[in-house]
């Protein structure tokens, strides 16, 4: 089973940018499905964005896209999302997780993913 490290929370102010990076452990990365979830105090984690095991295909909630990106270097086994244009309701618990399951879809659940990061904190004042 992948281990999944994630990096780069932080305090930001409303409109900045933050990367957040996730390195996976093991040799066989490049064949994982990834995605980037969060979780807010008293609400249920929620998907936020999906890369495929190459990178050509790209998925994100409605609430991030075109302020988010997915992207991946699988030389590196590591997945980033870049978040700009933050808001205050971006505040969160932001995970890593992993699938060796290969979806298609433009929304996911966490039941669709395996192996999961301890998360990283993501606070954006307004």
């Known amino acids: 089973q992948v281990q999944l490290v994630e990096s780069g929370g932080g305090l930001v102010q409303a409109g900045d940018s933050l990367r957040l990076s996730c390195a996976a452990s093991?040799?066989?990365?490049?064949?994982?499905?990834m995605g980037w979830f969060r979780q807010a105090p008293g609400k249920e984690r929620e998907f936020v964005a999906a890369?495929?095991?190459?990178?050509?295909?790209?998925y994100y909630d409605d609430s991030v896209k075109g302020r988010f990106t997915i992207s991946r270097d699988n030389a590196v086994n590591t997945v980033y999302l870049q978040m700009n244009s933050l808001k205050s309701e971006d505040t969160a618990v932001y995970y890593c997780?992993?699938?060796?399951?290969?979806?298609?879809?433009?929304?996911?659940?966490?039941?669709?993913?395996?192996?999961w990061g301890q998360g990283t904190q993501v606070t954006v004042s307004s």
């Open positions: 093991g040799r066989t990365f490049n064949y994982y499905f």
């Open positions: 890369i495929s095991w190459s990178g050509g295909s790209v």
């Open positions: 997780a992993a699938s060796t399951r290969q979806y298609y879809r433009q929304t996911y659940t966490s039941a669709d993913f395996g192996s």
